[in-house]
Antibody
Framework: QVQLQESGPGLVKPSQTLSLTCTVSGGSISSGSYYWSWIRQPAGQGLEWIGRDHTSGSTNYIPSLRSRVTMSIDRSKNQFSLKLSSVTAADTAVYYC??????????????WGQGILVTVSS | QSVLTQPPSVSGASGQRVTVSCTGSSSNIGAGYAVHWYQQVPGTAPKLLIYDATNRPSGVPDRFSGSRSGSTASLAITGLQAEDEVVYYCQSYDNVVAHVIFGGGTKLTVL
């Protein structure tokens, strides 16, 4: 059974960089069949897709965050990561990592991490 | 404002049937892109409920079904149970913004 687990600081100061890691167990991140994604959810609000990465090196980010987002995959550790720079209070949310299955543009998220609350505050 | 429009809330009596709509446009659902549905219990991660409009992952009861027509997709839940009283999200892809999009979510109330 595939499992994903987010980790990282729960509190980040404004203007700093949010860094999260997602550890994948029960399956190899090196499988080219999947995209590895980050999705966030502000308190009481809906889901916002942030972006996705692939072992081919192909990434895609939501335009509104593209200038601040970097995603990467570490095959040796079976992990993928998210970095979001110059954060503000508007970036406060629960961040989920998720595995996406299917062709680009058609994929769905079949496995999710439990989510990690990241608060941006001084 | 979500590109995919869902009613903020729907309700139905226990044991009855309810549908949740997800209305898009010609650049997403209407363009033929896949539609998927998730169920989210408060405080937990979303769970895949329906993929590719009509398919249920293993373990999802057949009380849940999906359909699509034109630029709209629908999730139907029959035999409503108290445990169904959570939030449902639809998801697709939009070729104008060129990324994954979610609906705003629908809170189901079981009366």
């Amino acid at each position: 059974q595939v499992q994903l687990q987010e980790s990282g600081p729960g509190l980040v100061k404004p203007s700093q960089t949010l860094s999260l890691t997602c550890t994948v167990s029960g399956g190899s991140i090196s499988s080219g069949s999947y995209y590895w994604s980050w999705i966030r959810q502000p308190a009481g609000q809906g889901l916002e897709w942030i972006g996705r990465d692939h072992t081919s090196g192909s990434t895609n980010y939501i335009p509104s965050l593209r200038s601040r987002v970097t995603m990467s995959i570490d095959r040796s550790k079976n992990q993928f990561s998210l970095k979001l720079s110059s954060v503000t209070a508007a970036d406060t949310a629960v961040y989920y990592c998720a595995r996406a299955q299917g062709e680009n543009g058609w994929y769905y998220f079949d496995y999710w991490g439990q989510g990690i609350l990241v608060t941006v505050s001084s | 404002q979500s590109v995919l429009t869902q009613p903020p809330s729907v309700s139905g009596a226990s044991g009855q049937r309810v549908t949740v709509s997800c209305t898009g446009s010609s650049s997403n659902i209407g363009a033929g892109y896949a539609v998927h549905w998730y169920q989210q219990v408060p405080g937990t991660a979303p769970k895949l409920l329906i993929y590719d409009a009509t398919n249920r992952p293993s373990g999802v009861p057949d009380r849940f079904s999906g359909s699509r027509s034109g630029s709209t997709a629908s999730l139907a839940i029959t035999g409503l149970q108290a445990e169904d009283e959570v939030v449902y999200y639809c998801q697709s892809y939009d070729n104008v913004v060129a990324h994954v999009i979610f609906g705003g979510g629908t809170k189901l109330t079981v009366l």
